[in-house]
């Protein structure tokens, strides 16, 4: 499939200022008489995309997350992996392309990589369906898995879908039943696990492959129990240009606040202007943050390790009940 970059040129609308400033940038592009009015060029798209990007409300971090120019698991396999070994097939119905698995290297790790892949071109996305898995897809990644943990092997999974596909099909073939015996599975597989929301991580289809020592976000991604379109549809009975900000202002879904509530560990900073702009930055961020968990991970005891990572999931959403003051 087709790789980051073939789409890099689309600007959001909250963009618009940097165009004409990369415009001119482009028009002076092999002119040595224009070096110094380059320079001044840059350093003022430098610090507009710094304005924009410093201040991204939650629904402009939903478009970038979006961006048809951003990475994916696929460009991230081809970036930080070495002997890449894609493996296919559910062994019980098909194969899902909208979830990729295979064997590869990551630094000094061989390492199982499980990720969502969207498709860049119109079939692409299509044979993908955007990165919407079907239960297959889910029971792939599973199946990979236990293989990674009888060969001892990490397993590194890229969370990147709107959320699980919701068709008749994938309904028949047990969709919700796939996604809730990977939650158990991955609670309890006795192998070093590390989860990082690339792009979009809407609802059980990003949990789906999730369940993980560590759970990172990328700057500009999201992660959040449904789409910001989803949520408006149901309160406010529509998904419109008006709704569509309020609902994910509502749902804290940028990385910032999934970190501020304990629901991810770490978030990775992504190049200025997003990963779309700057894929092999991105990479480069993705892989130190990996390398070093895993360095710990590995050193763990199997045991304090699945008892952590039950722990640490079962943390979550609580809280603690207190009278008010009379």
Not at 111 to 134: D, M
């Amino acid at each position: 499939m087709s790789r980051a970059g073939t789409a890099a040129v689309a600007l959001l609308d909250f963009e618009q200022p940097i165009a004409e400033v990369e415009r001119q940038l482009a028009e002076l592009e092999g002119d040595p008489s224009g070096a110094q009015e380059r320079a001044t060029l840059e350093a003022t798209r430098q610090s507009l995309l710094s304005k924009a990007y410093s201040s991204l409300t939650p629904w402009q971090t939903v478009r970038v997350a979006r961006h048809p120019g951003r990475p994916q698991t696929l460009d991230y396999i081809d970036m930080l992996c070495r002997d890449f070994c894609q493996l296919h097939g559910d062994r019980r119905f098909a194969d899902d392309p909208a979830i990729v698995t295979g064997f590869a290297r990551i630094g000094p790790f061989k390492v199982l990589v499980v990720g969502h892949q969207k498709g860049r071109t119109t079939p692409e996305r299509i044979t993908c369906r955007f990165g919407c898995a079907n239960p297959e897809g889910y029971r792939k990644a599973l199946l990979k898995m236990r293989l990674a943990e009888k060969f001892r092997r990490p397993i590194v999974t890229f969370v990147d879908t709107p959320g699980a596909y919701p068709g008749i099909d994938s309904e028949q073939r047990g969709q919700a039943e796939a996604i809730a015996v990977n939650l158990r599975e991955m609670s309890r597989l006795r192998t070093p696990i590390v989860s990082i929301v690339i792009g979009e991580g809407g609802s059980g289809g990003a949990l789906g492959i999730a369940v993980a020592d560590r759970v990172a976000m990328l700057e500009n991604a999201w992660y959040s129990v449904i789409s910001p379109e989803g949520c408006a549809a149901i309160l406010w009975k529509e998904a419109n240009e008006r709704t569509n900000p309020l609902a994910a202002k509502a749902l804290a879904l940028t990385a910032a606040d999934n970190l501020r509530n304990g629901l991810v560990d770490a978030v990775i900073p992504e190049p200025l202007g997003g990963a779309h702009r700057d894929p092999r930055g991105a990479a480069t961020n993705l892989q130190s943050w990996i390398v070093d968990q895993l360095r710990g991970l590995v050193a763990m005891p199997t045991d304090d390790l699945v008892r952590a990572r039950y722990e640490k999931f079962r943390r979550i959403g609580s809280f603690v009940a207190t009278k008010p003051p009379r």
